[in-house]
């Protein structure tokens, strides 16, 4: 008996140290070959590597916030790095929104937006993807490898195919994204709606309801919740990938935010980062507020 | 079931009222829900002033950028103003140095005949005079007058201009007739010099005699057997650059591995010291728990634009991204699981006096690795997605390179080549996590199914 259990608990140890180090290898060859791609090599730039923070440090600090609300700065010197020329929307007489205002306000509308067409689909996508409630085994399997498809297809193609349509900008992030959103949300939604309460659902066949009266009746009432949970979620995540689309033209901040950067534009890469940050955070509090409202602790017990 | 009287349902109103007259805003809130949401749709429109960019955009496109994905063109032109008709190809033509083509006929009374779809899609012409044969009906066109003069009824499938007629033929193609010149557009299903590209000595041989020169043919190029220069030729093929894509399809991947892991292994004691339970300090868990946030918030792009300032473009730009961001995405998963565990056996074995660091190993570790796993397959999962956008800003890999080729716009098929390398990537390791997981999730469910057998 005791033989045996140490002979288990030595093959155990054994498949544990065999996995770690493949594991370990597979790191450190990886590391190898990110290291030889790349342009700058790791440890030649180890000690540069906080050299892009000295740039970011502005001269005054001030600078953040004048380039933030398109003041002109006193440390002018003719580029385009002190003097921010652009962007006034005048709103009203002499009132006006800096334009990075509105670039934000783009970005996270193309985010909502698209999270709402993701929502709109979705929903009857992961009705009949369902394995309990599908009208059709069939129509089950072919819904269910389409928004597979949807999800894996990389954004950055659909929103470069859909700029050479509508021309760059935040429709063709929009459609990009909301079609991401639609394959991403229609799978969350098809696993909460395998796991509802079947019995509503067999009360209402037996008075002879028809599909659209069972699911509209039975099941939308009990997974809504659920559904409304993760599509705050989803907001969360699609701000972020419409700041990511923005900086490949997809309009919006991070197109800005790229400019900035790749300029070397101190002051203004801090007011835009300032201002992701914020928006960012604002966005993930409202929603979680919100989801705590909708479903109470338990959304959040089921990510954990 | 009997049913109830008035007098009962009185009474359960009278007990009950917040069930019965819940507040207005409960009432009408989906109302409400719904109103917001069509307003907030009706401002989007205005704001992306969708109606405008609709009737600027050119859906005609899509089909012909779809055909371009899974097909290619050849476009031979015939100059009619020299003394002799001679067809031109362009330079890069897939058809290679010397293109014959057997669909373009030289007649023996000196016109041509260029065979479209056979002869019910073609077009036949000298100098003076054009004949486009399509849909069953003939059109001549008459080229001695300074102008394409077509006598006879326009067929809605051609398209006059001031110098020039324009018959599209569906999917084949397409003929152009100027005076001076004829355009032909034909179209093939497939891709073209997939394997060797026209400079390949292989090139336009058909596959017996590629593999039998390649088992026991002479030496085409001295010093170098055949199949390495096959193999060569193929990896280094011009037009689809099957090397490139590969080796920056490996820099996407490995991006996502090195990422995601080196994250993993950064956020785990981490974790430890953030989750409130296990922690004695709430002032460093808060600590870590805001630095978790930062990490998270300030976002894969924003470090992915740094990095590449800091390390120049490439995939070690791209992995300490995907590492930064997921120091702060992990630390949490991390820390929330921590958070939920079940803390009797922890309890245990602190009660046989065992040291801080064995209570972690026996107590907690056991009942958090499957789900640390777990979420950490999850993130490697979706970061071989994410890899492929942040390329896109010049973090190496795939991204970069898709990116390009759809800017020039010209070269779908090869857009088409990468998303088709980038679905099966992220199936395969969309299977390899589901796999891992599902043995890791039954591992817990064994152990509740024995649980529950005992009791």
């Given at each position: 008996m005791a033989d045996a259990w140490r002979r288990q608990t030595s093959q155990r140890r054994l498949y544990t140290v065999l996995g770690i180090g493949l594991l370990l290898a597979a790191m450190f060859s990886s590391m190898w070959f990110a290291d030889e791609a790349n342009a700058g090599h790791f440890f030649d730039r180890l000690p540069h590597l906080l050299d892009f923070l000295s740039w970011l440090i502005p001269k005054d600090w001030n600078d953040v916030w004048r380039a933030l609300f398109d003041i002109a700065s006193p440390h002018d010197t003719g580029t385009q790095e002190f003097n921010f020329p652009l962007g006034r929307v005048y709103v009203w007489g002499g009132f006006y929104v800096p334009e990075y205002f509105e670039l934000m306000l783009t970005t996270v509308n193309v985010a909502l937006v698209s999270t709402f067409v993701g929502f709109v689909f979705a929903v009857p996508f992961s009705f009949i993807a369902a394995r309990n409630l599908t009208p059709h085994p069939v129509l089950r399997l072919i819904v269910k490898r389409f928004m597979e498809l949807l999800r894996a297809f990389p954004e950055i193609v659909i929103a470069g195919l859909f700029a050479a349509i509508v021309s760059i900008g935040p429709i063709a992030a929009i459609i990009a994204i909301g079609l991401h959103s639609i394959g991403a949300l229609g799978k969350l939604f098809y696993e909460i709606n395998e796991n509802v309460d079947m019995r509503a659902e067999e009360g209402l066949r037996a008075v002879g309801a028809n599909w659209f009266e069972r699911v509209r009746f039975a099941d939308l009432p009990q997974v809504l919740p659920n559904f409304m949970s993760y599509t705050l979620l989803r907001i969360e995540i699609n701000v972020r990938a419409s700041t990511i689309i923005g900086a490949v033209g997809g309009g919006g901040i991070g197109e800005e935010l790229k400019l900035s950067i790749s300029r070397g534009f101190g002051a203004k890469t801090l007011a835009l980062v300032l201002l992701l940050f914020t928006t960012i955070f604002i966005v993930d509090q409202f929603s979680a507020w919100l989801r705590r409202k909708l479903v109470g602790e338990q959304a959040f017990l089921m990510n954990a | 079931m009997t049913s109830m009287t008035m007098d009962e349902i009185r009474s359960i109103e009278e007990r009950y009222p917040d069930v019965f007259r819940r507040p207005a805003y409960k009432r009408y809130g989906p109302l409400f829900l719904l109103a917001g949401t069509l307003l907030y749709l009706t401002y989007a429109l205005w704001f992306f002033n969708l109606p405008q960019v609709m009737r600027e955009s050119h859906w005609e496109r899509l089909p012909l950028f779809l055909t371009q994905w899974i097909s290619y063109d050849l476009q031979p032109e015939f100059r009619l103003d020299q003394p002799e008709i001679t067809p031109k190809y362009p330079r890069f033509s897939a058809l290679g140095e010397n293109p014959n083509p057997d669909w373009v006929i030289r007649n023996p009374d000196g016109t041509y005949t260029v065979l479209i779809d056979g002869p019910a899609k073609s077009v036949t012409f000298d100098k003076a005079q054009a004949t486009i044969v399509a849909n069953g009906q003939t059109v001549p066109v008459s080229l001695t007058s300074g102008k394409p003069v077509i006598s006879g009824p326009v067929p809605d499938w051609v398209t006059v201009h001031d110098d020039e007629v324009v018959a599209k033929m569906g999917f084949v193609g397409e003929v152009r007739v100027t005076v001076d010149r004829v355009k032909v557009r034909k179209r093939f299903l497939g891709w073209a010099n997939f394997v060797f590209d026209t400079r390949s000595p292989f090139f336009g041989k058909p596959a017996g005699e590629v593999i039998s020169l390649l088992v026991s043919g002479p030496e085409l190029k001295p010093g170098m057997s055949n199949i390495a220069l096959a193999g060569d030729n193929i990896w280094n093929n011009a037009q689809w650059q099957h090397g490139d894509v590969w080796t920056k399809l490996l820099q996407t991947i490995v991006m996502a591995f090195l990422g995601t892991l080196l994250g993993g292994i950064v956020a785990f004691p981490l974790a430890f010291f953030a989750a409130r339970n296990i922690t004695p300090s709430g002032a460093l868990s808060q600590v870590l728990k805001?630095?978790?946030?930062?990490?998270?918030?300030?976002?894969?792009?924003?470090?992915?634009?740094?990095?590449?300032?800091?390390?120049?473009?490439?995939?070690?730009?791209?992995?300490?991204?995907?590492?930064?961001?997921?120091?702060?995405?992990?630390?949490?998963?991390?820390?929330?699981?921590?958070?939920?565990?079940?803390?009797?056996?922890?309890?245990?074995?602190?009660?046989?006096?065992?040291?801080?660091l064995l209570v972690q190993r026996y107590g907690v570790m056991p009942e958090v690795i499957p789900v640390f796993i777990s979420q950490t397959l999850y993130q490697w999962e979706s970061n071989t997605r994410g890899a492929t956008i942040i390329g896109a800003v010049g973090a190496g890999g795939i991204g970069l390179k898709l990116w390009e080729a759809m800017r020039t716009n010209s070269n779908w098929a090869n857009v088409f080549y990468m998303v088709l390398l980038i679905l099966a990537v992220v199936f395969i390791f969309d299977n390899i996590s589901n796999f891992l997981r599902r043995r890791l999730s039954r591992t817990i469910h064994d152990y509740n199914r024995i649980q529950s057998e005992r009791g």
């Open positions: - | 805001r630095f978790f946030d930062f990490m998270r918030s300030v976002d894969m792009l924003i470090w992915a634009l740094f990095f590449t300032r800091a390390f120049g473009p490439g995939p070690l730009a791209g992995s300490a991204a995907i590492f930064f961001t997921e120091i702060g995405t992990l630390g949490k998963t991390y820390s929330e699981a921590l958070e939920n565990i079940d803390d009797k056996p922890r309890e245990g074995v602190l009660s046989t006096g065992a040291n801080g």
